[in-house]
């Protein structure tokens, strides 16, 4: 499928670093050198907004992309760009550059400030949190010493019911702090491959 959006806003940002493109929030996330900086969502452009351009977006009449969880919506940090601002490549090169420099910065201080509590790190919530305990791992280091397959294979060992591959992926990203939708095919391979059969 054609998606004309998605691979002029890839060509358009290669001056911003190594560009490529994952399924994320029903759409596909554009990365800089494996930062998260845009997002296209049907065949439409949405840049990610920090504090200070959050409301600047906001006056420029610039929307959030809301997407459903579980039913919910869930307002994200991207707002569509209009086509006044799409038509305007200098402008918009400008926006980019801005978004990508503070999600940088943010990325750089959640490595720094790691949470103390197992539900803080990303993917993981209270129910994670508990399945860990259970199985003996109580704090992010030890989380982070037992690796993903370690607690993962933890976790099979000490939990009553079945437990999906999505838990691997999201040990996976909570140790590496990022998200586990953006965890590489090649590194999934990896880890179901370390898995005592």
Excluded: C
């Excluded at 994320?24 to 949405?46: I, P, R, Y």
């Amino acid at each position: 499928m054609d998606k004309p959006i998605l691979k002029d806003s890839m060509k358009l940002f290669e001056q911003l670093g190594a560009i490529k493109s994952r399924s994320m929030f029903g759409g596909f996330g554009l990365f800089a050198d494996e930062t998260m900086f845009a997002l296209v969502v049907k065949d439409q452009l949405h840049i990610r907004a920090d504090q200070n351009t959050t409301s600047l977006f906001e006056k420029q009449g610039l929307k959030p992309y809301v997407y459903k969880k579980r039913g919910f919506p869930v307002v994200t940090k991207y707002y569509a760009v209009t086509d006044s601002l799409w038509d305007n490549k200098t402008a918009l090169m400008s926006v980019a550059r801005q978004a990508l420099d503070s999600a940088r910065k943010e990325k750089e201080l959640q490595a720094v400030a790691k949470p103390d509590r197992l539900k803080d790190l990303p993917n993981l919530r209270l129910a994670t949190e508990r399945m860990l305990k259970k199985a003996g791992i109580e704090t992010v280091e030890q989380l982070e010493m037992h690796g993903s397959v370690g607690a993962y294979e933890a976790i099979k060992n000490t939990h009553s019911g079945s437990v999906s591959l999505e838990l691997l992926w999201a040990l996976e990203g909570a140790i590496n702090g990022t998200h586990w939708s953006v965890i590489p095919q090649k590194r999934r391979d990896e880890l179901v491959n370390k898995l005592s059969s």
